[in-house]
């Protein structure tokens, strides 16, 4: 296989360039990392686990008509995107009380909220992604007040979505984070639904027993955790067939 320039190294992904102008292949890691890089680990089969599960809800998104980066996957930890310029604002929902909104307001994590509510983090490691306000994005222009409407409406959309399909399969969307980005396409410039969505970008609590199936099982050392990740792909129906470790680490030119 041809050997490919890296773009970046985030926590979780890596970026490489793609096969034609315009694209990016998104390769998943296994590692993880909780309270902003403080806490490092591996969660194995992770990469080929979330790669399955984002590649899923891209395609079940795009179908209900919400534009995303989301181009194919192209193998078990690797899938082709398009190339944005990724907005600097993590979009987070919240449906139940959890995480970091349980302490900032002293609630008890479980507490339904009598609406969704929507938050902005300014996408910031050094800072450590600060909590900003809708002012904050479009004084500082990180998005005008025309993309924000329009995000905050996908993002809403894509809650009810979700929502609806975990519950079929018995999870409860606690809550999640969105990223998005901006694209040209016919000499329009459109925001799509950009970077991944799986169980290290979302809360997931099983309908019944309320036990958590997501990246928090990691966060906190509840044990349990390739096991969470694997029964949320099998819920879905995607569980690969060959199982999760079977691709070696990415070909890389620095
Ligand atoms: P929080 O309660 O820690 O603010 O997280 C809210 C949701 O956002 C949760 O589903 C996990 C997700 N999230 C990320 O995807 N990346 C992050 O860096 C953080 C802090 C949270």
Partial sequence: MARRRQI???KAKILFEGPEP??????????????NNQKKGTITGKGVINNRISEYLMIKLGAIGVPTHFVRRLNMRE?????????????????????SMAKRF?????????????EFCYKSDDLDDPLITEEHITAF???????????VATTLRINDFL?????GVGLKLIDFKLEYGRLWENEQLRIVLADEISPDSCRLW???TNEKLDKDRFRRDLGGVEEAYQEVARRLGILPESGPRDMPGPDTMQ
């Fill in 8 to 10: 970046y190294e985030g």
């Fill in 22 to 35: 315009g694209t990016v292949v998104q390769y998943f890691k296994d590692d993880a990392t909780a309270f």
């Fill in 79 to 99: 899938q082709l995107v398009r190339e944005v310029e990724i907005i600097p604002v993590e979009v987070v929902v919240r449906n139940v009380v959890a995480g």
């Fill in 106 to 118: 002293g609630m008890e994590e479980g507490t339904e909220l009598p609406r969704s509510i929507v």
């Fill in 141 to 151: 222009g990180w998005a005008t007040p025309q993309e924000l409407d329009e995000i």
């Fill in 163 to 167: 929502c609806g399909l975990f519950l």
């Fill in 206 to 208: 099983d309908v019944k």
